[in-house]
């Protein structure tokens, strides 16, 4: 649908450029610098804390470091037991790993949605916040702690969905609850799996459910892109979509609209201000579980079932209110489901669910640079430290690659473990949630040793 016309003026007449602030905390309560969301040839120091899914930039790029090429159990600075194996992503900031788990009382079997907080220099779990938490039906390779947290300015946001309903929480850095939001009841026969954002001092939720192919015992629920206060929890805005099956990427920004992708709507723009949909173009049949990407003028996404026919659809994001949307792009060959690729300048890293690996150069209107099979399967997503590729698959084959024009693989080994949450790395360490434990391997850069 075209933009609607009363945004010609003055809103897009006179654009002033918004950061993205997900990734901004050095400190408990420190403002560092972050990449814009859509800079993906910016040269300016590398991220000094991995507070969202997948980064500070989205993009899945630590900036410098060096990964060894391999290393093996007792190379570990630490493990920390978990109780559960989860595919939900650890996120850093300052010296706190925050991820979530879950816990099971031996006396009555209830259960528990927990938020933890880890040192990171030590390994020692600093707190646990616990919330009861009711066992609901997912997709075999969803598990309950599915989502990830995001930091911001001292505090950490996380928020889970179960049998009975989707709650949004607010904690300070030192395990203090500050708010939570019952966010109702969630549909959705594959299970919850979304995760908050802060993008311009708003957190920013796609609460997207299940509207068709329930199953018998299923309600229709109804999809929203929420925007809350980030220290109060009171909702600044809420924006319905359409309703079909869930999805599950987080939102992002171009700098001046936020940016989504989902079955119902394909790729979309929202006013950040007041959450108006400014444009969509629906360009996917399939169900969302990457989140969408931000390069120059392009927003990306990828649809895909367990069955097959995943793509990946690049969409010219307009300019102006007489501007439609427009694909750029497609590829239909070995693109991702699950797991969202990775970008360093104008190249862009997809790993398949089914174990191939591409890079394409998006500024040519996504060519092929090479193509590689791994094998296995493929659910975390691929990251990117210093010039080299990270990709693991479930099973816990680690496979590293030059993150270049080049197909060169460096190292493949097995970490020993199933993999399904993609990993985190800042300040020269490297944090993988391995079955039940989360590891941390500390590089070179860090005082460590490879």
Request: glycine share 12%.
């Amino acid at each position: 649908m075209p933009i609607s016309a009363s945004h010609a003026a003055p809103r897009w007449t006179v654009m002033i450029r918004r950061t993205l602030l997900g990734g901004c905390i050095a400190a408990s309560t420190a403002c560092g610098s972050v990449l814009p969301a859509n800079d993906s040839t910016s040269t300016g120091p590398a991220p000094s804390s991995w507070t969202q899914f997948h980064g500070p930039s989205s993009y899945g790029d630590a900036g410098a470091g060096t990964l060894p090429t391999k290393w093996s159990d007792d190379d570990y600075a630490w493990k920390v037991q978990l109780n559960a194996r989860h595919v939900g992503s650890p996120v850093v900031a300052g010296n706190q790993v925050f991820l979530l788990d879950t816990a099971v009382n031996p006396s009555d079997q209830s259960m528990t949605m927990d938020l933890v907080s880890i040192d990171v220099s030590t390994g020692k779990v600093l707190w646990r916040r616990s919330h009861a938490f009711e066992e609901a039906h997912r997709h075999s390779r969803n598990t309950a702690a599915s989502s990830t947290p995001v930091v911001h300015e001292g505090h950490v946001y996380f928020v889970y969905g179960d049998a009975n309903h989707a709650e949004l929480l607010a904690y300070n850095v030192n395990g203090e609850a500050v708010w939570s939001r019952d966010l109702g009841t969630w549909s959705g026969v594959h299970g919850f799996g979304a995760s908050p954002v802060v993008i311009d001092s708003q957190l920013l939720l796609f609460n997207d459910q299940q509207s068709s192919r329930l199953e018998a015992w299923q309600t229709p629920g109804k999809s929203s892109m929420l925007a809350f206060d980030p220290k109060t929890g009171k909702t600044i805005w809420e924006t319905p979509v359409t309703s079909t099956r869930p999805s599950y990427g987080v939102p992002t920004t171009d700098g001046q609209q936020l940016i989504g992708a989902s079955t119902g709507d394909g790729i979309f723009g929202l006013d950040p201000e007041t959450g108006k949909m400014l444009w969509s173009l629906k360009v996917f049949n399939k169900r969302v579980c990457s989140s969408p990407l931000v390069v120059g003028d392009l927003a990306i996404g990828t649809c895909g079932s367990g069955g097959g026919g995943n793509y990946l659809s690049a969409v010219r994001i307009p300019k102006s209110a007489s501007e439609q949307p427009e694909e750029a792009f497609r590829i239909t060959t070995a693109a991702p489901y699950v797991p969202t690729p990775a970008v360093k300048g104008n190249l862009m890293f997809l790993v398949s669910d089914s174990g191939i690996a591409t890079c394409i150069d998006w500024t040519q209107d996504g060519k092929k640079v090479w193509s590689k099979r791994l094998g296995g399967n493929f659910g975390a997503s691929p990251i990117i430290v210093g010039d080299q590729l990270l990709a693991i698959s479930l099973d816990g084959t680690a496979h590293v690659l030059s993150a270049s024009d080049s197909a060169t693989q460096a190292g493949k080994f097995d970490l020993g473990g199933p993999v399904g949450a993609t990993p985190a790395f800042t300040g020269g360490h490297l944090f993988l949630r391995i079955n039940d434990q989360l590891c941390c391997l500390k590089t070179k850069e860090a005082g460590g040793q490879e």
